[in-house]
């Protein structure tokens, strides 16, 4: 092979290995991660910021139990409802994690379902989310 074609050949394949819209796509994608990024980390402080307030509130009506100013039923439906907030939350602490250490690993974004790429418009306004919208619809179809 001439050298001068080997040449030519390299230098087209630098040129097309980093245009500009790769770049400009690769640059998108980092603001988006990092975008999504701060929202879970704000959403999981958030959770369990929220989390340690009602467990406190929780401690008080438990030292409250056996005074007449509050009756038993009310308590228990309080705790009750406490509970549920717990455990939504902990299934949504889970997915941020699981979110958070996707963004770690590069796959982030991808739907989990049909592995293409989630939009952003979704990613932002639900940053756990992990099916896109089409695999959503159909789980949500299947649900029904
Ligand atoms: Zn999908």
Known sequence: MP???ATRTSAARIVASSSFAG???KAE???ELTHCRKTLVTQREEILEHAHRTSEREL???RDDFSDELDTA???SILAFAGQI???EQRLLHKIDHSLKKIEMGTYGECAECGEEIGFARLKARPVANLCI????DQERLED
Do not use: F
């Open 134 to 137: 089409d695999c959503k619809v």
């Open 74 to 76: 009310s308590s228990e």
């Open 60 to 62: 008080d009506i438990d």
């Open 86 to 88: 717990r455990e939504r």
């Open 23 to 25: 770049n400009g796509m």
């Open 29 to 31: 994608r980092t603001r």
């Open 3 to 5: 050298k001068s074609v």
